[in-house]
């Protein structure tokens, strides 16, 4: 069973799935700090046909954290489990840049408004009708995605992540 670490506690990632929320699932995967690591990962990944939509790394000096967001959670997650990688989940916002002069500021601005704390985002390698999109990590997520919507734009969900620009359902 996976777990997920949310807002200061652990929640079963099987519970979390679930619900009906139209955000993105992240996962972080704890790799070995040594040489081949990450490649040992990506070889999986699409070894099993798993499209990677966003892969960063976060470097330490005994581990490294890949998060990674996948076309398909479900075989992602399977993946996983069954090759022994250590992993946790969590929720992110995905959300298309919009058409303006200054995108990230009315992303980032909608967000400041209504106190919704942005601890880290990463652009998705994902194109829809010729736009870019972001992954957010923010500290309350529902909040997130009502403001976005309110401000007319496009939140991702896992099922757009299957049919973009590149590659249509």
Known sequence: MSMDYENGE???ADTRAGRDCPSLRQFLVILENRVGSLTDLVLR???DDLRVIALSIV???DVAIARVLLDNVERGRELFELSGFP???NDMVGVE???DARPFVLICS???QAEVNVNYMYPLLYRRSGRSALAINVDDIDMAI???TDQGLKVVTETDLKDDDEHPG
């Open 10 to 12: 652990y929640i079963d």
């Open 45 to 47: 990944l699409e070894r």
């Open 59 to 61: 470097d330490n000096v």
């Open 87 to 89: 992993f946790f989940e």
């Open 97 to 99: 840049l919009p058409e």
């Open 110 to 112: 909608s967000l400041l």
């Open 146 to 148: 009502s403001v976005l």
